[in-house]
């Protein structure tokens, strides 16, 4: 069964750090582009980052760009995001997502696979 699991989520007041990490069963990630999204209660689930299958190519939604990191480790099966000096505004559950297509896309559309999120939280 294919399957993605986020973990790392939890409570952090702002300016602090979370990392996030997406670990895949039931398939090798190295043949897929991964993606995190994010959404929050009545708000359309928004791309945060990307990487290429190989990890070579990135993007990030303008909102993070500069403080979160999307990277890979193939060898482990997981995909990580380093969300440092978070804001209140990054508050949401956070998604990730795999496409059979080399490159990724902060598009939610060609993804195939999805993980069921995790929580972060940045307060006060």
């Known amino acids: 069964q294919l399957q993605l699991v986020e973990s790392g989520g939890g409570l952090v007041q702002p300016g602090g750090s979370l990392r996030l990490s997406c670990a895949a069963s039931?398939?090798?990630?190295?043949?897929?582009?991964i993606g995190w999204f994010r959404q929050t209660p009545g708000i359309e689930r928004e791309g945060v980052s990307c990487?290429?299958?190989?990890?070579?190519?990135?993007n990030y939604a303008g909102s993070v760009k500069g403080r979160f990191t999307i990277s890979r480790d193939n060898a482990k099966n997981t995909v990580y995001l380093q969300m440092n000096s978070l804001k209140p505004e990054d508050t949401a559950v956070y998604y990730c997502?795999?496409?059979?297509?080399?490159?990724?896309?902060?598009?939610?559309?060609?993804?195939?696979?999805w993980g069921k999120g995790t929580q972060v939280t940045v307060s006060s």
């Open positions: 997502a795999a496409t059979g297509t080399p490159w990724g896309s902060l598009s939610r559309a060609g993804y195939n696979y």
């Open positions: 039931g398939f090798t990630l190295d043949r897929y582009a």
């Open positions: 990487i290429s299958s190989l990890g070579g190519s990135t």
